[in-house]
């Protein structure tokens, strides 16, 4: 499956437990905005994360600034995991603090400010960064490519669904 799609079931399934997790934390690396992704794609529980991002001083902010892949950190070996699922620095730093203008804007006025360290906006920025992945994959699909497979039941195989 596509990295894309992949990160945007991810982020839809995470909004949801984030919201409703009793141990959302912001201020635990391994329980916190990046901290919740981080375990869905990875594996690594909360504390295994925490763990290895207090090997080196720093918030996950701290943590990305200082990003090296060959430092040998755990947490560094950690975002390069996040980077190879698709997302990038910026991303996890935009997670953390609920800041990518893009995403901001799908949310509804009456919702903001969002406060980064409240679950619910988390989960809700979450959803608005999945929509707005999502719309990014649909607007790359070709819709005469899509009209013949479904008019003449041709083999997926034989159709560009996606602009190269």
């Given at each position: 499956?596509?990295?894309?799609?992949?990160?945007?079931?991810?982020?839809?399934?995470?909004?949801?437990?984030?919201?409703?997790?009793?141990?959302?934390?912001w201020g635990h690396m391994g329980s916190c905005n990046c901290g919740f992704l981080a375990q869905k794609l990875t594996g690594?529980?909360?504390?295994?994360?925490?763990?290895?991002?207090?090997?080196?001083?720093?918030?996950?902010?701290?943590?990305?600034?200082?990003?090296?892949?060959?430092?040998?950190?755990?947490?560094?070996?950690?975002?390069?995991?996040?980077?190879?699922?698709?997302?990038?620095?910026?991303?996890?730093?935009?997670?953390?603090?609920?800041?990518?203008?893009?995403?901001?804007?799908?949310?509804?006025?009456?919702?903001?400010?969002?406060?980064?360290?409240?679950?619910?906006?988390?989960?809700?920025?979450?959803?608005?960064?999945?929509?707005?992945?999502?719309?990014?994959?649909?607007?790359?699909?070709?819709?005469?490519?899509?009209?013949?497979?479904?008019?003449?039941?041709?083999?997926?195989?034989?159709?560009?669904?996606?602009?190269?």
């Amino acid at each position: 499956m596509d990295k894309q799609l992949k990160l945007i079931i991810a982020l839809r399934e995470v909004a949801d437990d984030i919201a409703a997790n009793p141990k959302y934390q912001w201020g635990h690396m391994g329980s916190c905005n990046c901290g919740f992704l981080a375990q869905k794609l990875t594996g690594f529980t909360s504390n295994e994360i925490h763990k290895n991002a207090m090997a080196r001083a720093g918030d996950w902010s701290e943590q990305l600034n200082g990003y090296c892949p060959s430092s040998g950190y755990p947490i560094d070996n950690l975002i390069f995991d996040l980077l190879q699922a698709g997302l990038s620095i910026e991303d996890l730093a935009h997670l953390e603090r609920l800041s990518d203008l893009d995403v901001l804007r799908r949310i509804n006025e009456s919702y903001k400010p969002l406060n980064f360290n409240n679950s619910w906006h988390v989960s809700l920025y979450m959803k608005a960064w999945a929509d707005k992945l999502e719309d990014n994959i649909l607007s790359r699909v070709k819709v005469q490519s899509l009209t013949n497979l479904l008019l003449n039941n041709n083999s997926p195989d034989r159709i560009t669904y996606l602009q190269q």
